[in-house]
C-alpha cells in the first residue's frame, strides 16, 4: 500500500503556521525518529536541532517511554478525569508537583501549552472572585509573548501576526514591553545585563488601573518562540516583587524553559523566582503523547476548597484531562530525565552550547546571537525579499541534514538534552555555511 504524499493528496492537510501551497511545491516529510535523528521519507537522517518543537528532550523513542505507552494503552485506554481518578494520574501529579518549587504543589492537567495557558487564566480570574475580590479582571501579557492559540493566549500574547486576523479577542488586556534590547545587549552570553527596569512598566500599569482591577500577570521566563530573548538580568524578580506587592497573581509560562531546556527543571527553579501559577507543556512526556498542566501555589488551591464539599471547585477541564497514556509517558519522561540525570547534563554543556552559538558572530547578516542554557537564538539582518534569510536556512538545513526551527529573521536552535559536542558543532557549522552563501 502506498501512503498519501503531499503530491497523491494535496489539499485533505492543512498544516498550521505553514505557508501552505509553498510547501507543497517542495514538501519535506519525517517518516521515523530515534535519538538525535529523524529520518525522512527519502531515506536521509536529519540531526534534530530544535527537539521536534522543543519537547523531544530526552531525544527520540526512548525505550522506557516507549513501552510505558504501549503497556498502558493496551490496559487502561481512557479513563473519564470528572469525578472520577486513575492511579497514574495521582502518580504523574505527584512527580510533577514533586519536581515544581515550594508552594506549587497542585497540578491539574489539560493536553497542550494553549489549553494550558487559557486554563491558567481562568484560574487567576476564578481565585479572585472566590476571594472577594471579583473586580480582578484584568489581564497582563507582554509583547512578543506567546502563550498558545486559544483566545486567551492570543490576547495576552504579544505576536502580531498571531493575533491581527482574529477581532477584538479578550477585553481588559493590557501588555508589558518586551525585553529585546539590541543596542544595550546585543551578543550577551546569557541573561542580558540590561533591562531588570522593564518591569516596573507593570507600576505604570498598575498606576493607570488600580491594582484593585488586575488579576494577573503572565510571562514566559525566556521568551522562547518569538526568537528567544532571556529576561534581562533582576527583571523576573522585580516582576515578583511588584506582583507581590499589588496582590496580581504571577504566572510563568514554562512550556518551553521546563523540563532541563535551561540546565535545571524549571526557569523559576534556576532564576529563584517562584510564581503562583507555572504552565507546562511540551517537555512533560518528552513530546510523545500530548500533555499540559498547570501547577499552582498552595494558596491557589486552598482558595478552591473553601466552598461546600459537593460544589464543584473548579467548573473546567477537558475529556482528555490525565489521559492514562499521557500520565504514563510522563512517569517514564520524568524517569528517563532523572535516570541519565539530563537537566544536569543540559547545564554542562550550556558552556560549549555557547561558544559554538557565538562562533557566529562574525558570519554574514548576524546581527545578534542570543542563548541561555541548550537555546540560541542568531538573529539576522531583516532584507527587503519577502522570503527572510531564516527561512532560507532553516530550508537548506533541512536537506543538509539539520532540523532548525525559525521564526521572522531569527533563527533558533533548541536540541534534545542528549546531543554530543560534534553534533553541537555541525548544527552551528551547517548554520555558518550556509549564511555565507546567501545574498
Ligand atoms: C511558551 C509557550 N506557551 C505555550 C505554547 C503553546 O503550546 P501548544 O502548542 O502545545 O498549544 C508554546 C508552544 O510553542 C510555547 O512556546
Redesign the pocket.
Known sequence: MSHPTPDSNHDALWLPFTANRQFRDAPRMLVSAKGMYYRDDKGNEVLDGCAG??CVNAGHARPRIVEAVQKTVATLDFAPAFQMGHPLAFEAADRIARLAPNPLNHVFFCN???EA?DTALKIALAYHRLRGEGARTRLIGRERG????GFG?ISVGGISGNRKLYGSMLNGVDHLPHTLDLRRNAFSRGLPEHGAELADALERIVALHDASTIAAVIV?PMA??TGVLPAPKGYLKRLREICTRHGILLIF?E??TGFGRLGASFASEKYGVVPDIMTI??GVTNGTIPM?ANIVSDEVFDAFMQGPREAIDLPHGYTYTAHPVACAAAIATLDTYAEEHLFERAAALSPYFEEAAHSLRDAPHVIDIRNEGLVAGIELAPRAASTTRAYEVFERAFHAGVLLRYTGDIIAVSPPLIIEKAEIDRIFETIGTILRSLD
Open positions: 518543537l522543543w497542550s501549552g494553549s495557558g506567546y502563550h498558545g492559540v493566549g514566559e522562547g518562540s509560562d512550556v518551553i507543556a511540551k499540559g
